[in-house]
């Protein structure tokens, strides 16, 4: 069942600018995750913000989480064309003796023009 | 280091044909493994898990099925292919434990074309 959900659906920004993606969710969770997929490859994880954090930092990339709202945004400053790729929000949940699940959103496709 | 292998990249089968798709991590004991099924432009859809040898859960009843005959491998499984099993599979894995510390590792993913 998909829980997160991406906002927008796509993106289109020119190198230099901030991206901004937006994400939300329905049920509680333990933490929400940020992944990359460029076309055609598999997802490269990105960031992790646990349900007790409202902001995270690596890089070029932050995160909120507003766990009263059910929702997070990954900000991507500066961007460059090598940014060019679809960014998935995933919430986990862990339940015991059953390891921990991510179920993704739909994702937002990001298009940075030199 | 921890690697993923999941091969073949690309596959087309014929419907009614069975399917078999392999992954396989290195680096790593006891790992949660995970098989993803992404349709054309859409997110991803959790097929499967297992967090150990045997152990399979499946999220969405269907015509697949998993195994996971080794600690480090993990197997999807079709005896008939519809063309609605047509998708990009993705292997993926996690650190083992109730805290999902980590994130998951995917594999490159399987185009799998169903004609």
Redesign the interface.
């Known amino acids: 069942s998909q829980q997160g959900e991406e906002d927008p659906q796509a993106l289109s920004i020119q190198e230099g600018e901030n991206a901004t993606m937006n994400c939300s969710y329905k049920t509680s969770i333990n933490n929400l995750q940020w992944y990359r997929q460029n076309s055609g490859r598999g997802l490269v994880h990105l960031i992790l913000i646990r349900s007790n954090e409202r902001e995270k930092h690596s890089g070029r990339l932050r995160v909120t989480l507003d766990t009263s709202k059910k929702s997070s945004s990954l900000l991507i400053t500066a961007s460059r064309a090598a940014d060019t790729a679809s960014y998935f929000c995933a919430t986990g949940k862990t339940f015991y003796n059953q390891g921990g699940k991510l179920i993704f959103g739909q994702g937002t496709e990001l298009s940075v023009k030199p | 280091s921890q690697t993923i292998h999941?091969w073949p990249a690309t596959l087309v089968q014929p419907v009614g044909s069975p399917l078999s798709l392999e992954c396989t991590v290195e680096g790593t004991s006891n790992p949660?493994l995970?098989w993803?099924r992404q349709a054309a432009g859409?997110?991803?859809?959790?097929l499967f898990?297992s967090?150990g040898i045997g152990q399979i859960?499946s999220?969405v009843p269907q015509n697949l099925s998993a195994s996971r005959p080794q600690d480090r491998q993990f197997i999807l499984s079709s005896k008939k292919l519809l063309l609605s099993d047509s998708g990009?599979y993705?292997c993926?894995w996690?650190v083992?434990?109730?805290?999902?510390?980590?994130?998951?590792?995917?594999?490159?993913?399987t185009?799998l074309t169903v004609v």
């Open positions: 999941q949660n995970y993803y859409r997110g991803l859809q959790l898990y967090v859960s999220e990009f993705l993926a996690s083992a434990g109730q805290y999902t510390e980590y994130g998951y590792t995917f594999g490159s993913g185009r």
